[in-house]
């Protein structure tokens, strides 16, 4: 499985954009990229996916490297509940499984 | 449209017993996976099941077991608990593809003494 490489933590403050950031080195050309949050005391939650354009939502954008060794997801108002731990995942093509590594932690202060 | 859910939400047991958690999937889905999250650790993948047959399984020894149900409602089995099998557990149900997002629980508790 490729793996995926995220920062263990990171702050901002409500309101303000925030861009969490993934390196996927290794990714294979027919690799999905998903994004995932966990809330606390929650299971998983699905955020967006994309293979190689850019893609929106009414949650957030996912912005992929023309190479696809990066992408970077982009909450463009941070609120309190999106504070939460976020995972970027390779989601191999025609797989139902997900790898989650540790991912990133997002603290938003008031 | 009724979410995932599962029961029970939390449970103790004792090493060497047997448990069984409980999963009913999203309205239409026809596919259940489960994971196990250790705490402070991500989600690792246990198996999957579609059309009521385990379809791809993780690294877990067999005495963690499954069933899928007409009704697309799910169990995990775990036989011979060990201290280290306490963790929260996690059923996802999604429609096959890769372009369809697992929908998750807000999983079982489970913790062994």
């Known amino acids: 499985d490729a793996k995926t490489t995220q920062p263990n933590s990171m702050e901002s403050n409500e309101e303000e954009p925030v861009h969490l950031p993934c390196n996927h080195s290794t990714i294979s050309g027919t690799d999905y990229i998903h994004w995932y949050r966990q809330l606390p005391s929650q299971g998983p939650e699905y955020v967006i996916h994309?293979?190689?354009s850019n893609v929106n939502n009414r949650m957030a954008s996912l912005a992929i490297a023309e190479d696809r060794k990066s992408s970077t997801l982009i909450l463009h108002r941070a609120t309190l509940r999106d504070a939460a731990v976020y995972y970027c995942i390779l989601r191999v093509q025609g797989a139902q499984k997900l790898v989650f590594g540790q991912g990133t932690r997002l603290t938003i202060n008031p | 449209e009724t979410g995932v859910t599962q029961s029970p939400t939390h449970l103790i047991k004792t090493r060497g017993q047997q448990v069984t958690l409980r999963c009913s999937s999203q309205?239409?889905?026809?596919?259940v996976s489960w994971y196990q999250q250790a705490l402070g650790q991500g989600p690792q993948f246990i198996f999957q099941y579609y059309r009521e047959e385990e379809n791809g399984r993780g690294n877990f020894p067999p005495r963690f077991s499954g069933l899928q149900f007409p009704n697309y409602s799910s169990e995990l089995n775990v036989n011979a608990l060990e201290l280290d099998d306490s963790a929260l557990y996690l059923c996802?149900?999604?429609?096959?593809?890769?372009?369809?997002?697992?929908?998750f629980g807000n999983g079982t508790r489970l913790t062994v003494t």
């Open positions: 994309g293979l190689t």
């Open positions: 996802a149900s999604s429609l096959v593809g890769e372009y369809s997002p697992l929908h």
């Open positions: 309205s239409g889905h026809n596919t």
